[in-house]
């Protein structure tokens, strides 16, 4: 691999979005998870500014449940956000009246299937990488972290693997990672004791994963079983331990709590 000081912003961004997010079933219900607001932006807006901010302008978001309100809401994102006069009739225009702000974004929104599971939503989607793109950034449409996407990239290019995912301490409910060095070794579903690690997302993925484990076929599997389990085994799985803020969204209460983080000016992922 190049090892130049890393840029991210030459890589894209993929964002899995296309879940019924079950656990948040009272908001979901209305809207996908990603789409699910904190302050007056949805969650996935936040998780894409946030790479924004370190130079990603190429998103892929990889859609299923509800992919109208994806399409709404990007397809009028200018109206949503400032004052506009609009002519009505045969010859009908619109002015904006206020620039549209900072975000000078590439954003494909493809259809990866209601039920398609995550492995087969990377598959489907990395039809829209640039053929330049050896390596992309993945990560869930449900969660943000303070996380240094620079170390992140430069740690992925040190490890010269397939994968590098970002290891984040969880509030206990998940399963663990099972680390050796800078590797993944093998994966804990929900332990007493380990090292006290889980995938937060935030990851990076070089191209060749896709087709030694997501392979034509055998793809439409869960990324985080086969796959993972598979690429881990083989010693294809860095990591990239995150001790700072990092926060999914999978319950009111985790909704409730990143809304009164970003309303009180003091959430660790705004920039």
């Known amino acids: 691999m190049n090892q130049k000081t890393p840029n991210p912003g030459e890589l894209p961004l993929m964002i899995l979005c296309g879940g019924k997010g079950t656990r948040l079933r009272d908001v979901t219900e209305l809207l996908p998870k990603p789409m699910v607001p904190i302050g007056e932006q949805p969650i996935v807006w936040h998780i894409m500014r ?25 397809l009028n994102y200018r109206a949503r956000n400032c004052d506009f006069t609009i002519q009505l009739g045969k010859r009908g225009n619109i002015v904006y009246h206020q620039p549209t ?8 929104l493809a259809d990866t299937g209601l039920e398609t599971m995550t492995g087969g939503r990377v598959r489907r989607a990395a039809r829209y990488l640039a053929p330049g793109d ?6 869930y449409g449900d969660g943000v972290a303070d996380l240094d996407l620079n170390r992140l990239l430069a740690q992925h290019r040190r490890a010269g693997k397939l994968l590098t995912v970002s290891a ?17 070794a093998g994966f804990a579903e929900k332990p007493p004791q380990l090292d006290g690690y889980i995938n937060g997302g935030f990851m990076v993925m ?20 086969r796959p993972m389990r598979r690429a881990a085994q083989d010693g294809e799985m860095a990591v990239y331990r995150h001790d700072g803020f990092w926060q999914c969204m999978d319950t009111p209460r985790e909704h409730q709590l990143l809304n009164e983080l970003w309303k009180s000016g003091r ?3 705004r920039v």
Do not use: M, Q
Request: net charge negative; charged share 35%; glycine share 10%.
């Open 50 to 74: 946030y790479f924004a901010h370190f130079g990603v302008r190429r998103f892929i978001l990889c859609l299923g449940y509800k992919r109208e309100e994806f399409i709404d809401y990007f």
């Open 101 to 108: 702000g900072e975000e000078d974004w590439s954003v494909t």
């Open 134 to 139: 050896r390596e992309f950034f993945l990560t």
């Open 168 to 184: 984040v301490h969880p509030e206990g409910r998940f399963g663990e990672l099972e680390l050796a060095g800078d590797l993944v």
């Open 206 to 225: 070089r191209r060749e994963f896709l087709e030694r484990y997501l392979e034509l076929g055998e793809g439409d599997d869960y990324l985080e079983n």
């Open 267 to 269: 959430a660790p992922w």
